[in-house]
């Protein structure tokens, strides 16, 4: 099974660092090695998230999400996301972006860093909607009762999560924007930022949106067809239930894309810290990007994240973290480890409460007790 889901994983690790190795010599193999591992860190909360919008659709699209979608994820974010950020800062068509970052690393870099308030903004906002419509959810389980509670009983105000979204995104404009670091110094990017934190909740609200209606659309037909396949199994004609099942994994799909360039964001930005060289940074973060869309699929096979309840609450959790230390950096540099390390460090604690959530479950289950649900969700708070 292992072998299976993290075959091409294997395979494209072993074929990019040996390409970087005798292209590059050995400092590229070494540098590839440690962006691979650092994407894989910064986006082990993106799998988890994944996994749980990857379970509702079918093997055809898993198999997609690992073919096209890492085309999409290497090539879009960790390649060309990188070239167009320089273009449109610099005014330059994308071939002379990337001509730039092969002559001129050091202003390739410089670009890119000036560029850093937008791309804060804009993916901090987008996962900031992530984590508020997931904190302001009614759920089965809570993972931090005490304060999961009272925030989903706030949760049903309507637009809650986009008026705090917007209230945050003033804060940030008017606080770390203000003096916002660039390659020459701290300038003021309120304008920057506010332009851009609302696109990205404009494109959290339009994708999301598309997404949950075609789940919706997708429920209804279910039930459609459902009737459909019991009439035509007396009268023994077959039913086909392809078409709208089709389009509403294409949106599904659609917006695990999404979220993997959001996710992104953090790595592509952070490998500027390790290195200036556009092709090892893609190399790198490609191979990392593997992992993450094979472990994706791993977490759905296994069914973890039915055994392991609280593993979504950490994810998003880090998630939130994650825009939180996006929006930071627009005026203060922080360290990339420090962010990974967040992300790995919530997630750790919310597979340990799930493992003893489940102990809890077995231990009252052998006991004979009754009702142990109730005990055991609220024991394995942390």
Not at 170 to 177: D, G, H, M, S
Request: aromatic share 12%; net charge negative.
């Amino acid at each position: 099974m292992v072998l299976k889901t993290f075959g091409w994983s294997f395979a494209v690790t072993a074929l990019g660092l040996a390409f970087a190795a005798w292209q590059w010599g050995w400092e590229a193999f070494g540098i590839v090695l440690i962006l691979s591992i650092l994407e894989i860190s910064l986006s082990f909360d993106n799998a988890v998230v994944n996994a749980g919008i990857l379970k509702k659709m079918n093997a055809f699209w898993q198999k997609i999400f690992l073919t096209i979608g890492i085309l999409i994820a290497v090539f879009g974010m960790r390649l060309v996301f990188p070239v167009v950020i320089v273009a449109i800062s610099a005014k330059v068509g994308p071939i002379e972006a990337v001509q730039l970052a092969m002559d001129q690393p050091a202003k390739y870099e410089d670009l890119v860093t000036d560029a850093h308030a937008a791309i804060a903004a804009f993916g901090g906002m987008f996962l900031l909607m992530i984590f508020l419509d997931f904190i302001f959810e009614e759920r089965e389980h809570k993972w931090l009762a005490w304060l999961e509670r009272p925030l989903a009983k706030l949760g049903k105000v309507d637009m809650l999560s986009v008026c705090i979204a917007l209230i945050v995104l003033l804060i940030t404009a008017v606080t770390f924007a203000t003096n916002a670091h660039t390659s020459t110094g701290h300038v003021d990017k309120s304008a920057t930022v506010l332009l851009s934190g609302v696109a990205g909740l404009i494109t959290y609200l339009v994708v999301g949106g598309l997404s949950g209606y075609f789940e919706d659309k997708l429920e209804e037909e279910e039930e459609r067809e459902h009737e459909e396949e019991e009439k035509a199994k007396k009268e023994g004609k077959p039913v086909s239930a392809i078409g709208l099942a089709g389009k509403a994994a294409f949106f599904l799909f659609l917006y695990l894309e999404v979220l993997d360039a959001s996710f992104s964001f953090d790595g592509v930005i952070g490998a500027f810290a390790i290195t200036n060289h556009i092709f090892w940074m893609a190399l790198g973060l490609g191979i990392g990007a593997m992992y993450v869309r094979s472990l994706t699929v791993y977490l759905v096979r296994q069914g973890t994240l039915d055994d392991y309840v609280y593993l979504e609450h950490g994810a998003h959790y880090a998630i939130g973290a994650l825009a939180v230390i996006l929006l930071v950096t627009i005026q203060h540099e922080i360290s990339e480890i420090i962010t990974g390390l967040v992300g790995v460090f919530l997630i750790a604690a919310s597979f340990w409460s799930s493992v003893r959530r489940n102990k809890a479950l077995e231990a009252e289950g052998n006991a004979g007790g009754g009702g142990p649900g109730e005990k055991a969700e609220v024991s394995s708070g942390v």
